[in-house]
């Protein structure tokens, strides 16, 4: 809110002016400013009420900042534009947030319904348990993505009515918890029970130390890397069923005994890379089980220059071309000086020595009748 001139003349005039005639400013000053900030929060007083302001200031009180309204003390434009910005980025992180929220639920149920569409399909029509399993292991995503994009969405929830961080704790519980989700469902598939195919009643899962038994040396191997997991299962007929599970593991299947016993032992760098060339390795695998051996090449990526090796590389290249210029330029200026020029209709021939030393003396022959005469002057004979 700005005062109109009138008013600000009035407690000028009226109120300072007086005080100023006394010698007194600091009053002067004081009883101003208090009239001022009075006819500011009562816009509607007119010239009497104004001038009586003075007669109710009681020196050494002050007026409350708080009680004046954002249109009372933002008066001058750059405040405002400001003030106008702030609203509008937050109005931009609104649309932002809202939008994030949305994007953040529907990920979420679209997940959601497909686990629990996989759940449906497991149940009804894949009957084998290893089947289920596997079907299940690739889902790991979905639980994933379900267990992240939940908590984004209830963070946008919050951002936008509590303008609050506190729920950004949910997603690392939430993506833990999906994981932990998703191995109890391929345990639950893993120990469904099953029936012999041989007499019909049901088998009984083995533990891992009893298990051992039913193995052999390369499937212990295995299971002792971790690379697969094997579970037997049992029959009181005497039948026996090992069901494989592979398992995230660096291990490899062994091209000489099948087994996931084969990986990486040794690697040997051959030629170093650099920014102009790739480099070569060689990588060494052995089978832990077998001991079977192989090894092969591989190529390694060219190394990327750093920002001071580029700015060398462009300063040579640069005084390289400079330096070529500079020979250019001094091949051409030393090439007259070995040449003659002739012409059939008038003789021109550099000398080469001089029997003189005279700097006025000429080393070139110029024909008598060259410029009109002995003279000099007069233009070009009739012969040119």
Known sequence: WVLPDAKVNWIIQEVGIPFFKKQDFASGHYYMVQSLLRAILNPEMGHDEIVAIRDTIVPGSRIDPAQLPDEDYITDLKSKREKSRIESDRDHAGWITYTGMVISFCIFFWMLFRIVRLQLRLAKDVADPKERHDLMDDAILDFSAAGLFLPLGIVALEWAYASSFWSVLLIPVGVIGSWLLHDLALKSVRNVSRKCSECGKTMQKLGEAEDDAYLDAGQRAEEALGSVDYDVWICECGASQIVRFKEVSSQQKCPSCQYRTYTVTKTKIIQKPTTESAGKGERTMQCSYCGFEAKSKYSIPKTEASGSDQKAAAGMGAAAALHAALDSSLALEEKPSSESFSHDDSQYEPSNSSD??????????????????????????SDY
């Open 356 to 381: 003189s030393n005279d700097s006025s003396s000429s080393d070139w022959d110029i024909p008598d009748d060259f410029g009109g005469g002995e003279s000099g002057g007069g233009g070009a004979s």
